[in-house]
């Protein structure tokens, strides 16, 4: 990839990053090696074009962890669930987003990986902005065309107050480890989005009897994750001055499901979704929250 196409990818988004320390607008890239904080003054480096705006690069023990893991799993990440399953958790997610802003937007994928859903949310015709800890999934999402993405912590997001219609978190409230960092993250989120905007939070439910199983197997996950309760986003949702919106338990397909199958077990777990106390169960919380 060239210089030139690095600058287009990394600046198709109208929103401009700024920078964590004071939220003051930060300069395009030009293909520099560092970005600059005219403001504060703050350097930040740029690595196979993404800029890394850390608010503090000496990260504790379980962020540092975690960020050297998804690193060494980059390249490998989406071959791990089957085609088709992905595929559906994907139509899912997009489907919400486009239920949620039917007119388009500006959209943010916090904890983006390596852009599989950011990119198919700008398929549909929405400017959106991927950010993630690790700058190694971030460089597979610039290869799979997302437009703009930031590698930065989630409790310190690189952008100003108010700026995105949509912050949406899928799968990453269980890496975060401590309810203090899952509180301080979705406050971030919204932060950066303007009023009347949305942040939508979808993560794996603890009463899904299958998420150990599963997780004790995928390179991803290293054994300290923590599921997080539908009742403790509500509550962090609550905390961050947010107005609850939407709430639900989605999805039942695991990932071993075979391709035949699909068209049987999906309106199986329509009947699930529909049915309060099955729902319970379903493998993902989904919490909808709106800006006043």
């Given at each position: 990839m060239s210089a030139d196409t690095l600058h287009w990818a990394t600046h198709r988004s109208p929103i401009t990053a700024a920078c964590p320390a004071c939220h003051a607008p930060l300069p395009a890239?030009?293909?520099?090696?560092?970005?600059?904080?005219?403001?504060?003054?703050?350097?930040y480096a740029i690595t196979r074009g993404v800029p890394e705006l850390f608010l503090n690069r000496e990260a504790d023990r379980s962020t540092g962890r975690v960020q050297a893991l998804y690193d060494h799993v980059a390249h490998d990440y989406d071959q791990v669930f089957s085609p088709h399953v992905a595929e559906h958790y994907l139509e899912k997610r997009t489907a919400l987003v486009r239920a949620?802003?039917?007119?388009?937007?500006?959209?943010?994928?916090?904890?983006?990986?390596?852009?599989?859903?950011?990119g198919g949310i700008q398929k549909e015709g929405y400017d959106v902005v991927g950010?993630?800890?690790?700058?190694?999934?971030?460089?597979?999402?610039?290869?799979?065309?997302?437009?703009?993405?930031?590698?930065?912590?989630?409790?310190?997001?690189?952008?100003?107050?108010?700026?995105?219609?949509l912050a949406l978190s899928v799968a990453t409230m269980h890496h975060l480890?401590?309810?203090?960092?899952?509180?301080?993250?979705?406050?971030?989120?919204?932060?950066?989005?303007?009023?009347?905007?949305?942040?939508?939070?979808?993560?794996?439910?603890?009463?899904?009897?299958?998420w150990p199983i599963l997780m004790n197997r995928v390179p991803q996950d290293h054994g300290d994750e923590r599921l997080v309760s539908i009742w403790e986003i509500v509550e962090a949702v609550r905390m961050a001055g947010l107005r609850l919106h939407h709430l639900a338990r989605s999805g039942l397909v695991p990932d071993f499901m075979p391709r035949a199958l699909m068209p049987f077990w999906t309106r199986v777990e329509a009947l699930v979704e529909q049915n309060p106390a099955l729902s319970l169960f379903a493998a993902h919380n989904v919490v909808v929250a709106r800006k006043s």
């Open positions: 890239n030009d293909g520099r090696e560092h970005l600059r904080c005219p403001t504060c003054g703050a350097s949620l802003l039917p007119n388009g937007g500006t959209v943010l994928d916090v904890g983006c990986g390596t852009g599989a859903l950011a950010v993630d800890a690790s700058p190694g999934m971030l460089a597979e999402a610039l290869e799979h065309g997302v437009g703009a993405v930031y590698a930065a912590y989630s409790t310190a997001l690189p952008f100003a107050d108010g700026v995105f219609d480890e401590t309810p203090e960092r899952v509180a301080a993250t979705i406050a971030e989120m919204a932060r950066v989005v303007c009023p009347g905007g949305y942040v939508l939070i979808w993560d794996h439910n603890p009463l899904n009897p299958y």
